[in-house]
């Protein structure tokens, strides 16, 4: 049986506010890790009575680890420890530029340090193992670099539509990063990019990633009300960036590295990431498992309850499967 109850989608933002939210509280610590120069990263951390374990989320681009209140909501029922973090250039961090809309990036490489940091000073100080991560989109390409480089971080992962190749417009990889290194040449790194706009308070369900109007309007309403959370458009900079990793993942060593247990899962229409790019890249990987969530869209988390039950079960069935291997290799090891 599951061990959590799915928040219904009728009086969604009411079920929020005064009973999801409301329950984390009590468990809830805030803080910064400092980073480059001073940079503040920020995270937040609920702790689990009794814990079975610990898990890392990581968003993806424009978004916070706030947007996935909800996630940490399961997971905590699920008897784990939670630690979200906002990376850089988002939500409550530290940023390169004022204008909150746009999502700037030095080098892609910050993300995944930053992250390692915050599992280091806060998952793995303040809960126990086994230590697990969830990446979404952008929080998944990290997410997959941090796994390359310090293989031994985490015992399993989850990777949510992860930006392995990121949809660029019909327009092949190498060009999109031509034109992305002209630009920040010619001194626009800090510009947005030309086909991306500015936050509008106006924001449209039906061009969204999400297929819960209710769970879109909850978070649209956080960010008409917290300019920190109003990401919306990529810098050139974050662009040239991207193209890089992207161009890493999908290479021939793009999984090196990656030993640890992982499922992939892929949206049934997803418009912001290549899920062929996914497969094949998770084809690459001993052991990965790939699944398909019907009536979703990129954002796979935000969507509605039919589509969310098969999405959650299958997450709590790994996470299950992992922490009983964990608890048996520790059982051998005594």
Not at 207 to 219: C, D
């Amino acid at each position: 049986m599951p061990r959590f109850k799915l928040i219904s989608e009728k009086n969604y933002m009411n079920q929020m506010n005064t009973r999801v939210i409301p329950s984390l509280k009590p468990y809830h610590t805030g803080g910064t890790v400092e980073r480059i120069g001073g940079q503040p990263v920020r995270w937040d951390y609920y702790r689990c009575p009794n814990a079975r374990g610990s898990i890392m989320i990581s968003h993806g681009f424009t978004e916070s680890g706030y947007k996935f209140i909800e996630m940490v909501y399961y997971f905590h029922k699920m008897g784990l420890n939670v630690c979200t973090v906002d990376h850089r250039g988002h939500g409550r961090s530290w940023r390169g530029v004022d204008e909150v809309s746009l999502t700037d990036a030095d080098d892609f490489y910050d993300y995944v340090l930053d992250l390692r940091q915050v599992t280091l000073d806060v998952l793995q100080k303040k809960g126990d193992g086994p230590y697990l991560i969830y990446g979404h989109s952008m929080g998944g390409a990290i997410e997959a670099v941090l796994l390359k480089r310090f293989p031994d971080l985490y015992s399993a992962a989850i990777f949510n539509a992860p930006m392995i190749r990121a949809q660029t417009g019909g327009l092949p990889l190498a060009l999109t990063g031509l034109i992305a290194k002209i630009a920040v040449r010619l001194g626009w790194g800090q510009k947005p990019v030309f086909v991306h706009r500015l936050y509008d308070p106006e924001e449209s369900f039906e061009e969204s990633p999400a297929t819960s109007k209710a769970r879109f309007e909850w978070y649209s309403d956080m960010r008409r009300r917290n300019p920190f959370y109003r990401n919306n458009a990529a810098t050139y900079k974050w662009l040239r960036e991207t193209v890089k990793v992207c161009t890493e993942l999908t290479g021939k060593y793009g999984t090196r590295g990656i030993r640890i247990p992982t499922v992939f899962y892929i949206a049934q229409q997803d418009t912001f990431v290549d899920s062929g790019a996914i497969r094949t890249f998770a084809s690459k990987i001993p052991h990965a498992r790939i699944v398909q969530i019907p009536a979703s869209k990129h954002e796979i988390y935000r969507s509605g309850n039919d589509a969310l039950e098969v999405y959650l079960n299958s997450i709590e069935a790994f996470i299950d499967e992992n922490i009983d291997a964990s608890e048996s290799e520790t059982q051998r090891s005594d």
